[in-house]
């Protein structure tokens, strides 16, 4: 990887994404704590540390660009257990929104499934695995992917077909429309 010096635009869109995420990536010291606690790392391309260690040295569009930030769980495991207080899960959310903003996603498959995921939530209050399945498979062109295991785990009442019913729905909505007006995706 070739390292060059970060140019203005860069310093300033980093600046601008660590208020955004109410953090700083000064404070990591890179020890690595929070990968060895990322349930998500095997997966990614840059775990957790290394995504820091990219904006650190001002590489911001390669953070962008990197799968890890939507194979990211939200879990933040990563936050509770940084001994510098960097909330790198917000760094992540932040990312995510970013990426979506500059229309800079690379895995449109992990995408397509967040914001599936997400539908979800707004919609019905919590997840619901059917529908997100069948929206996924829809927006990335592959209907019957995964076809073959759906009987089988609703048999075993693994998932359902129709979903789960919680109380104040309605609430959920709001905090969704609440974001949106505050200028989130
Ligand atoms: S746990 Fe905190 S200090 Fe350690 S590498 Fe991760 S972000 Fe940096
Ligand atoms: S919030 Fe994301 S990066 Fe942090 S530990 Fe969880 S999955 Fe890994």
């Not at 349930?39 to 390669?62: N, S, T």
């Not at 789960?164 to 309605?170: L, Q, S, T, V, Y």
Request: hydrophobic share 40%; glycine share 8%.
């Amino acid at each position: 990887m070739k390292l060059i010096p970060a140019c203005e635009e860069d310093q300033q869109l980093l600046r601008r994404l660590e208020a955004e995420a109410g953090t700083n990536v000064n404070l990591c010291y890179q020890c690595g704590k929070c990968s060895a606690g990322c349930p998500a790392a095997f997966a990614m391309d840059y775990p957790p540390r290394q995504v820091i260690r990219l904006l650190q040295l001002g590489m911001v569009k390669q953070a962008l660009k990197a799968e890890s930030i939507w194979i990211c769980a939200s879990c933040e495991t990563c936050s509770t257990r940084c001994p510098r207080g960097v909330d790198i899960a917000s760094l992540m959310d932040t990312l995510r929104r970013e990426a979506l903003r500059q229309g800079l996603i690379t895995d449109k498959k992990v995408a397509a499934f967040n914001q599936a995921f997400l539908n979800g939530v707004r919609l019905f209050g919590r997840t619901y695995e059917a529908g997100l399945l069948l929206q996924h498979n829809l927006k990335t062109m592959q209907p019957f992917k995964d076809a073959q295991y759906g009987l089988p785990m609703m048999k075993r009442g693994k998932i359902s077909i129709l979903p789960a019913k919680i109380k104040n729905r309605d609430q959920v909505k709001k905090i969704f429309d609440k974001v949106q007006q505050l200028g989130g995706e």
